[in-house]
């Protein structure tokens, strides 16, 4: 029989091959391990049929046999291996079992003499720690009228005994097939190396007496096959000295060293231990080569004691030390009752909102330390649609392909990455229809389409399965499985509790926002003794000053999903404040992504066909509408009936009735562009848009639109009068002109005014209201209906008002002191028929509007992530 002792710190174990056995903390396991760098189910021993196979279980430090971390290896005789550390870890030293006779001896000793004990099956090794425990519907839970809220749930303190109700002796369960975790490959607990341990994929020579190229181009010495890396990006250079430096060649996404961006075409000298990034993947100095390792997605991934807080002074807790960490290719699911912090928890993994206090483990590289070049390997899928629905899905498509690669990417090499994800995610026969004519389902695939164009290899999605049928709910989460088996990590915050069997973890959060729940989700009910999600939601709202927490922590799930995180201490000194840290580069320049966005902003404009007709349709009727004012004199000089020569009152209600009109188009216009695409500002500004790019083509789109409707309104409100002023300030055989500049400049001010409305408010809905109020209070601070001139307090208010320095332009040119003098009132002084008070009036009215321009860039800033403020 091809036994084999196993002996570890003194003790001596003799496996039997017709079994496996389990290496880790757990007491119950076989070979028991008390060491905080070993998992809780750290590895498992079994003879394969040839030999005997040593599999890591997705320990968070790792299995190593002669100094490399392993995944599944073969050992016998001679083996050593270390547990959690490959230099310090418990050691196991593997030899032969003496020869036949001495099988006897190994069994029949195995617990009779300790140095040489055979591992026994759990249900023998230890007893069941706690008596079965009542059932907690039986002790109240069902009934919490009967219970004072602060009683906890449990008749006995949970935290003193198992919390789950067993009849029998807890054994861990395997996970199923396609819950198998992988390697752990970076670690996750344990002391934060710089990097994870894995091995290189590729290793290269460098040159020593020449510059290595990295980069797309082929004629790039070393050529990275990555969308996320510009055609020449970097170089390494050997220096005289013999050592080498990086350089980055003015790289479109960035050259990253130890996380930390270089200036655009900035250099360092680098050594041994630094890590360099480029793209997906990073180069690490060994000797004179290189070692690349590259990001294929499979990542794991942890959170240790992350805590938020607000308020002035910091004191509520939203989020309460929360720590999991997951294998790669993991599907994991968030539940929690209402603001129990699911939407505060993703905020903190994605850096949205970095915590206050812990960190986020990136394959064992400290996410906030490293945004800047981590945040390219996570995607993003918000609640709402990160794309304009307007659009065709390959066209919504390829413009975000634009915007997120790298400036020097061919339209072909975007094009075929497009096809590539739509093939993915089978949306390819779906890929000529309009977004918004797909299914609630489709539409969520073409979102997260978009977050996969890039390759990430860490997947949020929050509440992707909100307002779809059973049927879609189980579509989308069987593809976020799919996502997760093809190598990519993925967590889901989600209300939906039908599908949670298909995740690998689920973390419950409790009331509070702290962990009530890690672990498998087919485990979890049992946990809480409950038979239904609605069962424990109910107790989380009928007892929300249970120590949910405590009884977490107390609890055997606690020991082995999450103690391994959690023995790391957590930060005493905050974070790294994120205005520190450098922003994220953008992936194309300022000019390309205006061009870009300007593009992507037509096409959205000329497919919304209402909009369109709405948009021609408006400044023809409100230029008509002035048309219905009888005005014998039109805007030109009276005799007008019983009153004195020159007097034309009718010229001043033109000009009001214009610029309302104006007011109204101009904002109507703007008030609503930026709420409704607030989800995607604020998706995209995390992918480097960049914000005064973003608000410059709405200024450009929109700007031109509300050119063309001023133009129109004053060609029908102007022209078509049988009298104008006699002649002009500036074009003097063309008041026209001027009439029409000073109802185009009002349109221009008023859309500035409609952008900050719309990046004030926080639903679509509350544009309307502010839109009338608005215009109605230009209409009153024209000047018109009463004299302002001279008027304390009105006069100083309507300097604020675009209308009142419109109105006052045209009444420049019109003459409006003489055409319209207030009884026994002085002439207002922005009325003075000169030309310097026109060009006065007009350009005030431009100032106003680029310090809307400047208000509106600040308001922005409150929706992008902190980093990109
Ligand atoms: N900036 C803030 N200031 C004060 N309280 C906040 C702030 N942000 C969130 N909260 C509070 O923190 C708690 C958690 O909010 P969060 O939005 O994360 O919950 P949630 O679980 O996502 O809720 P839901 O399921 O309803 O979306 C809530 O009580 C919320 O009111």
Same mark, same amino acid.
């Given at each position: 029989m091809p036994e084999l002792v196993l002996e570890l710190n003194g003790q001596t174990w003799t496996l039997d091959p017709s079994r496996s056995y389990t290496l880790g903390r757990d007491p119950q396991g076989d070979v028991v391990i008390d060491d905080a760098r070993v998992s809780w189910r750290h590895a498992v021993m079994r003879w394969a049929g040839r030999s005997w196979v040593l599999e890591d279980q997705g320990s968070t430090n790792g299995t190593f046999v002669q100094g490399q971390r392993i995944h599944q290896t073969e050992i016998g005789p001679g083996s050593s291996v270390h547990l959690g550390n490959a230099t310090d870890g418990p050691r196991m030293q593997l030899s032969a079992a003496a020869a036949a006779g001495a099988d006897m001896y190994s069994a029949q000793t195995a617990y009779a003499e300790p140095p040489r004990a055979a591992a026994a099956p759990p249900q023998q090794q230890a007893p069941q720690q706690a008596p079965p425990q009542q059932h907690p519907a039986a002790a109240g839970w069902g009934a919490p009228p009967q219970q004072p809220a602060q009683q906890p749930p449990m008749q006995q303190p949970p935290m003193q005994q198992p919390p789950v109700q067993r009849q029998q002796p807890y054994v861990p369960q395997q996970p199923a097939a396609h819950q198998q975790p992988a390697a752990m490959g970076g670690g996750m607990g344990g002391g934060a190396p710089v990097y994870g341990d894995r091995s290189p994929t590729t290793f290269h020579q460098l040159n020593l007496s020449n510059v290595t190229r990295i980069g797309r181009a082929l004629e790039c010495e070393l050529r990275v096959d990555d969308l996320q890396v510009s055609r020449h990006h970097a170089e390494f250079r050997a220096t005289p000295d013999g050592r080498f430096e990086i350089a980055d060649l003015? /790289?479109?996404n960035g050259t990253y060293v130890n996380g930390e961006q270089l200036p655009r075409s900035g250099r360092r000298l680098i050594g041994p231990d630094d890590i360099i990034g480029i793209g997906h993947s990073t180069f690490r100095l060994a000797g004179n080569r290189l070692e690349e390792f590259v990001d294929t997605g499979e990542i794991s991934f942890s959170s240790r004691h992350l805590t938020v807080k607000v308020g002035d002074n910091k004191e509520k807790t939203i989020l309460n030390n929360v720590s999991f960490g997951v294998p790669e290719k993991s599907l994991v699911a968030v539940i929690g009752p209402s603001g129990s912090g699911k939407s505060t928890l993703l905020k903190a993994l994605t850096g949205y909102r970095p915590a206050d206090e812990g960190d986020v483990l990136y394959d064992n590289r400290n996410l906030y330390k490293q945004y800047a070049e981590l945040r390219q390997r996570i995607g993003l899928v918000p609640q709402d649609d990160i794309l304009h629905t307007q659009l065709k899905v390959s066209t919504a498509l390829g413009y975000a392909a634009k915007l997120r690669f790298p400036g020097d990417t061919a339209a072909a090499e975007r094009q075929a990455r497009v096809d590539e994800v739509l093939r993915e995610l089978k949306l390819d026969i779906h890929k000529d229809k309009q977004i918004s004519s797909l299914s609630g389902g489709q539409r969520k695939r073409v979102s997260v389409a978009l977050e996969l164009l890039t390759k990430p290899s860490l997947i949020f999605l929050d509440e992707p399965t909100s307002g779809l049928d059973p049927g879609m709910d189980r579509d989308v989460m069987q593809l976020l499985r799919g996502l997760a088996d093809d190598g990519r990590t993925v967590l889901v915050v989600t209300h939906s509790v039908a599908e949670l069997a298909l995740c690998d973890r689920l973390l419950v959060m409790a009331p509070g926002g702290s962990v009530a729940y890690f672990g498998p989700p087919e485990e979890a009910l049992n946990f809480f003794g409950y038979e239904s999600w609605a069962d424990v939601f109910q107790a989380f709202e009928g007892y929300r000053d249970y120590d949910w927490s405590g009884r977490w922590h107390g609890s055997q799930h606690y020991q082995m999903y999450a103690a391994d995180i959690d023995a790391v201490a957590p930060q /005493?000194? %905050?974070? =790294? %404040?994120? =205005?520190?840290m450098r922003k994220p580069a953008k992936p194309q320049g300022w000019w390309p992504q205006l061009g870009t966005l300007i593009k992507r902003y037509c096409s959205v404009i000329l497919s919304d066909r209402t909009f369109v007709v709405l948009m021609l349709a408006l400044p023809i009727v409100l230029g008509v509408v002035s048309m219905v004012i009888p005005a014998d004199s039109g805007l030109g000089y009276g005799p007008e009936k019983g009153r004195p020569p020159l007097h034309n009152t009718d010229a001043g209600t033109i000009m009001l009735i214009l610029a309302v009109g104006a007011c109204f188009s101009g904002a109507a216009n703007s008030v609503r562009e930026l709420i409704k695409e607030r989800v995607i500002y604020e998706r995209e500004r995390a992918t480097g848009l960049s914000r005064s790019a973003y608000l410059m083509s709405k200024v450009v789109v929109l700007g031109f639109i509300t050119i063309l409707q001023g133009i129109v309104i004053s060609a029908i409100g102007v022209l078509t009068r049988d009298k104008l002023p006699d002649e002009g300030l500036i074009f003097s055989s063309n008041p026209e002109i001027e009439l029409a500049m000073g109802v185009t400049a009002l349109g221009l001010t008023s859309m500035m005014f409609g952008l900050i409305i719309s990046s004030l408010v926080k639903t679509s809905e509350m544009t309307m209201p502010l839109l009338v109020m608005f215009a109605i209070v230009q209409v009153v601070f024209t000047g018109v209906l009463f004299q302002i001139a001279g008027t304390v307090g009105a006069e100083q208010l309507a300097w604020l008002m675009p209308s009142r320095w419109a109105v006052a332009a045209m009444g420049t040119t019109a003459d409006l002191n003489v055409l319209m003098p207030f009884d026994g009132g002085k002439a207002d002084p922005l009325w003075a028929h000169e030309a310097s008070k026109f060009i006065l009036d007009i350009g005030v009215l431009m100032v106003m509007a680029v310090i809307c321009g400047f208000i509106v860039a600040r308001l922005l800033r409150r929706h992008e992530p902190e980093v990109m403020r």
């Open positions: 003015g /790289s479109h /005493s000194a %905050p974070v =790294q %404040p994120m =205005q520190q």
